[in-house]
């Protein structure tokens, strides 16, 4: 399949299900887009972007590779995650919320170099 259907069909869904928000956002609350600050629509598109780019990314990757070696990589979304909740959320991660990311991240790399040089 060509990347650029891929990245058409999940641009679409994703349209329509931020439409599906904003309207059941607008029938609960009667308020549309002034509930969130600037700054929230700022990350927003930031994040499609980084989305978009992704996609793009991963669509390619899966018709240029081994699906099994790139599906591997797609477990770091795990740890990304947790970054995220770092950096933008303000979340502290402690304990065992830490020690797994870790052990996924240290799996997810150690299985890539070990298939790289299979």
Known sequence: MY??????YHQLLGTI??????????CVTG???SVHTPEMYLWLVFI????FIGCNAVTIAFQKDQSSFVAIIGFMIVVYGYIADQLMFSVSIAGIDLMSALLIF????STAIYKMYL
Do not use: H, R
């Open 48 to 51: 499609c972007f980084v989305d």
């Open 106 to 109: 240290a799996v997810t790399i």
């Open 31 to 33: 308020e549309s887009l």
């Open 17 to 26: 299900a931020g439409l599906i928000y904003i309207a059941i956002q607008f």
């Open 3 to 8: 990347f650029a259907t891929v990245n058409f």
